[in-house]
Antibody, heavy 123, light 108 residues
């Protein structure tokens, strides 16, 4: 079964760039799925950041689009997130998740999720 | 529309039935999916599509939809169901995903 594991620095300085990687195991990142990043500030709800298909097609949350880049590395079976110009408001647990989409049936769901990684923005 | 609205908190007596709702214009075009999140843990998918449960999710969890409202029903709530529940779907453009604000379920 597919498993996801996030990795990256747990502390980023203000105005810097947050960089995370999600390693996919038990399945191929080239399968017919979208791969997403979701974050959750401490004590708050879930916020979708963006998604990528193995072809490189991406969709981003409009509120973050100017600062977000999601990329895929098929050779390593992983995908990555870069968020630039970070502030304290970007402090959150960051999750990666597989997005399953069935277009004709208007279906979309996330399964599985990674365990999440806390990223703190602080000097 | 780019919003899904959930009640912030709901409570249910042990063994009783509770419905958690999610409202949004995009739900007229897209099905919702539902996630359970316990403290310190990643979200877990409990319902997707019209009323589909992943393997391992108890059959006391069910989903339904009508108009702009999706619902998650727990029939015979258990103490272990106490958690935050989030709904999710695509927005009306179909190009972005959105989450509801979450509902904190307390089992009394």
């Amino acid at each position: 079964q597919v498993q996801l594991q996030e990795s990256g620095p747990g502390l980023v300085k203000p105005s810097g760039t947050l960089s995370l990687t999600c390693a996919v195991s038990g399945g191929s990142i080239s399968s017919s799925n979208w791969w997403s990043w979701v974050r959750q500030p401490p004590g708050k709800g879930l916020e979708w950041i963006g998604e990528i298909y193995h072809s490189g097609s991406t969709n981003y949350n409009p509120s973050l689009k100017s600062r977000v880049t999601i990329s895929v590395d098929k050779s390593k079976n992983q995908f990555s997130l870069k968020l630039s110009s970070v502030t304290a408001a970007d402090t959150a647990v960051y999750y990666c998740a597989r997005g399953i989409v069935v277009v004709p049936a208007a279906l979309n769901w996330f399964d599985p999720w990674g365990q999440g990684t806390l990223v703190t923005v602080s000097s | 529309s780019s919003e899904l609205t959930q009640d912030p908190a709901v409570s249910v007596a042990l063994g009783q039935t509770v419905r958690i709702t999610c409202q949004g214009d995009s739900l007229r075009s897209y099905y919702a999916s539902w996630y359970q999140q316990k403290p310190g843990q990643a979200p877990v998918l409990v319902i997707y599509g019209k009323n589909n449960r992943p393997s391992g999710i108890p059959d006391r969890f069910s989903g339904s939809s009508s108009g702009n409202t999706a619902s998650l029903t727990i029939t015979g709530a258990q103490a272990e169901d106490e958690a935050d529940y989030y709904c999710n779907s695509r927005d009306s453009s179909g190009n972005h995903l959105i989450f509801g604000g979450g509902t904190k379920l307390t089992v009394l």
